[in-house]
């Protein structure tokens, strides 16, 4: 029996998804035609949009220059201002005569009025004993009525008590007007009178400067006019001393009150200069001073205080009035508008009856005067702002034509293309050019 022969079979290898090797696909090269372009028109590209572009850059630059426009409106409305410097019409007046003036003048004379001052002083000096003296304290009070509108009479030596039960009595008759209603107040009717202590000594010396309270009218205690009535002290009350009397040498006193009134001179002038009320002029010289040696003041055993009292009168007008007198002619040269005289107080002014004349007693004044000054013209300042305001700049002149007291003028606006004035009054500034 043939023998079959059984070769060797390798089986073939059974293939799996993970025997399956991924091998990388080769590229196919591709052969791709060239063309050579000739006479072949560009493809048509479109260019940028340059004329939307030139709009826009036109439309901003417009809404810049209305912009501009507008805030310069706005700032020209806002921040506007103006400055109008004017000058004023002047006259020089030259003044060179003499004139009378009074206290009580008519309307057609010259009026002058009265300035009223009082000052004291002390001087030290050293004395030598003499006798025994006993004195009594003297001084002046203001009687006061704020019990009645009718006036009240009080006989001499009335006894006016203190605080501290001390009397002083009334060296004369005197009557106190009753008071006067001003505005729903009671001003008590005053006046003034001299009193003098009920005992000696230093006890019943008293001075302005303590607050001691009202002195009262010893008459009307219980009666309900006791509180209506009262009196302060006008002056200290001093001189009172019981003891040794003090001799001072004649010629140390005389020098003694020559220095005080020297310097109370000084001191009561320079008060007066600058008490002058405004609108008023009162020129060197054109007063009267009084001087009064009041009572001696004890102030150590071996040392007195002299004591000078010095009350200046003085003679002073209104500038309006004095001016009126002297510029009569100049004035009239200023058809409407009011006018300031500038320099009228450097006039020279020299009293002629100064041996007869006292303005203490109100008698009438002649003096020579000389000098020169100016007539300024004068506008009411708030009334042509107001004018002016919204005005046009080449209208000024009508508008300045309605003050006699204006030469000229020139403005400045800001911003300088404005053409009229602010509407605000506060943004007008006016310049006085003298």
Request: glycine fraction near 6%.
């Amino acid at each position: 029996m043939e023998r079959k022969i059984v070769q060797d079979v390798v089986p073939r290898e059974k293939r799996t998804i993970r025997a399956i090797t991924k091998e990388p696909k080769k590229a196919v090269p591709v052969e791709r035609e060239t063309f050579e372009y000739e006479n072949v028109p560009p493809r048509h590209v479109r260019p940028p949009r340059q004329k939307k572009s030139l709009i826009s850059k036109a439309v901003l630059s417009s809404i810049i220059i209305v912009s501009v426009i507008i805030l310069a409106f706005a700032f020209s409305l806002v921040y506007a201002s103006a400055t109008i410097k004017i000058t004023p019409k002047t006259e020089e007046v030259t003044v060179s005569g003499t004139y009378t003036a009074k206290k009580e003048a008519k309307a057609t004379e010259l009026q002058y009025e009265v300035m009223t001052l009082s000052k004291q002083r002390g001087e030290v000096v050293v004395a030598t004993n003499g006798d025994h003296v006993e004195t009594k304290a003297r001084g002046t009070v203001t009687l006061y009525n704020a019990y009645s509108s009718a006036p009240q009479q009080l006989v001499v030596n009335t006894r006016l008590e203190n605080t501290k039960g001390q009397i002083y009595r009334t060296d004369k008759a005197v009557t106190i007007p009753g008071y006067k209603t001003v505005d729903g107040r009671v001003v008590p009717g005053t006046v003034d009178v001299g009193v003098v202590a009920s005992e000696p000594g230093s006890a019943y010396n008293l001075s302005t400067s303590h607050l001691i309270g009202d002195l009262k009218i010893t008459a009307f205690k219980g009666d309900i006019k006791y509180e209506g009535f009262y009196a302060r002290l006008k002056t200290d009350i001093s001189g009172g001393y019981i003891g040794i009397s003090k001799i001072i040498p004649p010629q140390v006193a005389e020098t003694a009150k020559k220095k005080m009134r020297e310097q109370l001179a000084a001191d009561i002038v320079a008060e007066a200069k600058s008490q002058i009320p405004e609108g008023f002029v009162m020129f060197e010289d054109a007063f009267v001073i009084e001087y009064t040696s009041l009572p001696n003041t004890q102030k150590t055993t071996q040392e007195v205080i002299l004591n000078e009292k010095a009350t200046l009168y003085g003679v002073m007008f209104k500038k309006d009035t004095l001016n009126k007198h002297l510029a009569s002619k100049e004035l009239a040269r200023f058809a409407k508008g009011k006018v300031v005289p500038e320099g009228i107080e450097d006039l020279q002014m020299d009293i002629q009856n100064e041996g007869t004349f006292n303005p203490k007693n109100g008698s009438a004044v002649t003096f020579a005067m000389k000098g020169s000054y100016k007539l300024v013209g004068t506008f009411p300042e708030d009334e042509l702002k107001n004018k002016l305001k919204g005005t046009s700049v080449k209208d000024i002149g009508t508008v300045l034509s309605q003050y006699g007291t204006i030469t000229s003028a020139d403005v400045i606006l800001r911003p300088f293309w404005k053409k009229t004035f602010p509407l605000r009054e506060d943004r007008i500034t006016i310049e006085k050019l003298l």
